[in-house]
């Protein structure tokens, strides 16, 4: 058995939850976009590539909780490093999983939501893709905040040293 600091075992917790709930959103958000992409190519077999586009948008919520996952992990000494975090430490690192994951979670389906109906909306008229492209991006604002809130966490908390 590994001997694991409890600070860093708690690094691994926030890790997990980073990419875990992030992830959830990002792949529920992709769903409903592909979703009104399926229906929307049935209907014009032109709106394929813009229903990629709309498709992919909810993507980002799971890179930025990969990256901050992976970033935990590294700085935190499970992917080498010299690591042994304090339990304090730790206890930050759950916080920054935290606020990178429940953000992605809701940004990444407010994305797929506003995605669908946007893929939706262009099958009806065309000159709507731009209008659907902001709307789309709006609810990315909030994964931005939780990205931005768990790295000031790692910074001031110790993590990133």
Do not use: H, R
């Not at 709930?21 to 792949?27: I, N, P, R, V």
């Not at 970033?71 to 690591?83: C, D, E, I, M, Y």
């Not at 994305?111 to 991006?137: H, L, N, R």
């Amino acid at each position: 058995m590994v001997d694991i600091a409890l600070g860093t075992a708690l690094a691994a917790i926030g890790a997990g939850v980073a990419i875990g709930f992030a992830g959830l959103g990002s792949g529920l958000g992709q769903g409903m976009a592909a979703a009104g992409s399926v229906g929307a190519v049935a209907e014009d077999g032109d709106m394929f590539s813009k229903g990629i586009i709309f498709s992919a948008l909810p993507e980002t919520q799971a890179i930025y909780g990969f990256l901050i996952a992976i970033l935990l992990l590294v700085f935190s000494g499970l992917l080498g490093g010299s690591g042994n975090l304090s339990t304090t430490a730790g206890i930050v690192a759950i916080g920054v999983g935290a606020s990178i994951g429940f953000a992605g979670l809701g940004s990444g389906m407010g994305q797929g939501i506003a995605a669908a109906s946007s893929v939706g909306a262009i099958v009806e008229d065309d000159d709507m893709f731009s209008k659907g492209i902001i709307f789309s991006a709006l609810p990315e604002t909030q994964a931005i905040y939780g990205f931005l809130i768990a790295i000031l966490l790692m910074v001031f908390g110790g993590i990133l040293a």
